[in-house]
């Protein structure tokens, strides 16, 4: 559960020094491939998502974060419909992929 997975990692904190980026992502949309899902997190508990994945959950502590607004989370590693996508999972990897190897 959600509180498990908190309790847990309030005892065993990640270790430092380890260079991290994480992708945290949402988006609202009736077109995304997640939407339903995404919607009922947003109906529920009142958080938008990727419609897998609150952007908090999508967070490791200590790490450089991206946040994408406008992206779900099938959309960054799936190919789609020109028009209903914002990004290429492709091009997305390979900025995260450059942006984590360069130095802060």
Known sequence: TY???????????????????????SRVDWRSIVSSTGFYLRNKYGVDSDGLVVPADAVIP???????????????VLAGVPGFINYRAEEVTRVLVAMALAEE
């Not at 990692?9 to 992708?23: N, V």
């Open 3 to 25: 509180e498990t997975r908190r309790e847990f990692l309030s005892e065993h904190p990640f270790p430092g020094g380890i260079p991290t980026l994480c992708l945290a992502t």
């Open 62 to 76: 200590g790490s450089r974060v991206i946040y994408l607004d406008d992206m779900d989370h099938a959309e960054a």
